[in-house]
């Protein structure tokens, strides 16, 4: 399950009001704001007294997907039975548009004629150009001082601080060595084999990925030396033996929005995706194959960074995440931390010295117009980000596919389609990838 939902048509819901159901231990209340605007929880929990939690995307969609919500006379009683929280700038409005973003119900309401229950306007939303988390209310304890620890980053702060490496463990000499492998165009087999062999359970996870049924290895694989030559090969050994080592290095955080994709599951797709499309693509636009599944792999790394590094404002990011599931993860980080996982993703990974074009592409992937040598491989990143979405393996909003996006990187839409295809076709056995990449992590700890 993933917290994609379909956005708004920029044309025709422009003026779409957003109905949210929210509750705390004292019952569920309805929230009411622009569909283009961020749900700013600071303000809610300020303006009710009440911690209000979001509800998870299956609840809601089972609450408004009832058979009486369909009906006029369903949703004027859903409107008369809740408490209402209405955002500020839509008071005066005789009548609203109304949507629910996980079941996609829509209805017109009129405030004044349909409303028994007590209405509370508030400001409880911002524009997410410069949407700022505000103070909590006097007396909110943890979350005040939560909410100013996270105003006082800055991207300058953070980055000085990711580049000391503050609080991150250092990586294992094994790693080291297959960074600067993955780091050298002239490296090949010959150089990667002494170093799997020297690490008990690289080799043990070289053996695992060369007997998965999804690279369906002719005969058995007896030695270390067969499982890379014959079966993976020196680019596929390399990215997952540095995918392995990053998620050593940072555990996948416990207090993730709820509903969201498992981040080895989303890893290990994109991963695979990417990699599918690079190959669809012309030879003279096609990039390093190896290092566009690399960059699918580690795409983002920088949520496991967040999590390590600022864990109390991490939590406070997970729920606002939840509230909007309309906008994209970074712009809601961006607005609550002032910095986001792709840019902190890029600079550690820079630091590690990984290739340019991996950091890099990271780093830009939702940039309106990457530059550089990374740019094929943001866009790549992009339109893999945007398929999966579209099947519910990767968190975040499901977006269009324009032409612009298809044309630079030289694919169809039909090519795209028949890639994702195949990637579902085979997920039972990627699935099996995952689960050991999972169990390497765990193993680690």
């Not at 929210?22 to 600071?42: C, T």
């Not at 503050?166 to 080291?176: C, E, K």
């Amino acid at each position: 399950m993933s917290l994609g939902v379909q956005v708004p048509a920029a044309g025709a819901e422009k003026d779409l009001v957003r109905l949210v159901l929210l509750h705390d231990a004292d019952g569920k209340v309805l929230v009411l704001v622009p569909s283009h605007r961020l749900l700013n929880l600071a303000g809610l929990w300020s303006l009710t007294g009440r911690r209000l939690q979001t509800a998870r995307a299956e609840d809601a969609r089972r609450f408004f997907g009832q058979s009486g919500m369909q009906t006029e006379a369903g949703q004027k009683r859903l409107m008369q039975s809740l408490p209402l929280v209405i955002d500020r700038t839509l008071e005066g409005q005789e009548t609203l548009s109304l949507g629910e973003l996980n079941s996609g119900l829509r209805f017109g309401w009129r405030p004044v004629c349909d409303s028994d229950q007590p209405v509370t306007f508030g400001d409880i939303s911002l524009e997410p150009a410069t949407a700022t988390v505000q103070q909590q209310p006097t007396g909110s304890g943890d979350e005040a001082a939560i909410t100013r620890a996270v105003e006082r980053f800055t991207a300058l702060r953070i980055q000085q601080r990711l580049e000391d490496t503050l609080g991150l463990p250092a990586l294992a000499p094994t790693t080291q060595k297959i960074v600067m492998l993955r780091s050298n165009p002239d490296a090949g087999v010959d150089d990667l084999v002494p170093v799997v062999r020297l690490d008990p359970s690289l080799s043990a996870q070289v053996m695992s990925w060369a007997a998965s049924p999804y690279y369906a290895a002719p005969g058995k694989v007896n030695s270390i030396d067969e499982a890379i030559i014959r079966v993976l090969g020196f680019d596929l050994v390399v990215n997952l033996a540095l995918g392995i080592a990053m998620g050593q290095v940072l555990r996948v955080p416990d207090d993730m929005p709820r509903g969201s994709t498992p981040y080895w599951q989303q890893s290990v797709y994109a991963a695979t995706l990417a990699e599918m499309l690079a190959r669809k693509m012309p030879l003279e636009k096609r990039p390093k194959v190896g290092l566009v599944y690399l960059t699918g792999l580690l795409h983002n790394f920088g949520y496991l960074v967040l999590a390590h590094l600022f864990q109390p404002q991490f939590s406070l990011l997970s729920r606002y995440i939840e509230a909007n599931p309309h906008l994209e993860p970074v712009l809601i980080e961006q607005q609550v931390l002032n910095v986001t996982r792709d840019q902190i993703g890029g600079w550690l990974l820079e630091s590690w010295n990984l290739p340019a074009e991996v950091s890099s592409a990271i780093r830009q992937q939702q940039l309106a117009a990457p530059q550089g040598d990374a740019e094929v491989y943001a866009l790549l990143l992009r339109l893999t980000t945007r398929l999966l979405r579209r099947e519910g393996l990767a968190d975040g909003p499901v977006l269009p596919i324009d032409d612009a996006l298809l044309s630079a990187l030289g694919l169809t839409m039909a090519e795209a389609e028949a890639a994702l295809e195949s990637l579902c076709a085979a997920s039972d056995d990627l699935n099996e990838l995952t689960h050991t990449l999972t169990r390497a992590r765990a193993q680690a700890s």
